[in-house]
């Protein structure tokens, strides 16, 4: 028991070295680490800001992605502590989920996506990519995940918001 309340505290603490930031005289955020996200990073999802709620077909990749042109689709997108972008760029730590479901549940898939930071994914700003589970936990027991997640598709699309940070909700 001493052993895992030692584990919890060493792992809360790094759990908020990812928002440690350092700002320049112009208000400029520079990031200060990597984050590499864990189960624990999309815990109680949603309950945090929803930003969006659209309803309809999904434009995104020809209708393929996010239940695509079934127009009972439902999808609703959640920003971790409503982080808004920085002068036009999120910042490291940035963690979206969005819940795409249709009324009969044939549809109902959890997507994600995190700022990784460093130097993960630099031609398309950072983000890491994911499927996750109603419960917050990463699919595949944590192997879905990664810049190039479902053979690219989803870099694929997001890049059609690069003038937004890969971001097309806010």
Known sequence: MKKLLTILLIS?????????????????????TEVIATDASFAGFMTWSKDATRKGADPALGVMAHGGNDST????VY???????????????TTIVKHSENPTKTVNEFTAMVKRGG???KAQGGWEYFM???????????????????????AGCHAGAKNKDYIFTK
């Open 12 to 32: 809360s603490t790094f759990a908020f070295i990812p928002f440690l930031q350092s700002c320049s005289d112009d208000d400029t955020v520079t990031p200060s």
């Open 73 to 76: 689709v439902t999808r609703n």
């Open 79 to 93: 920003y971790k502590d409503g982080q808004n972008p920085v002068s036009g760029v999120y910042p490291v730590g």
């Open 119 to 121: 130097e993960f994914n």
């Open 132 to 154: 996750i589970g109603a419960d917050g936990k990463i699919a595949d027991g944590g192997k879905m995940r990664g810049a190039n997640l479902m053979d690219g598709m989803c």
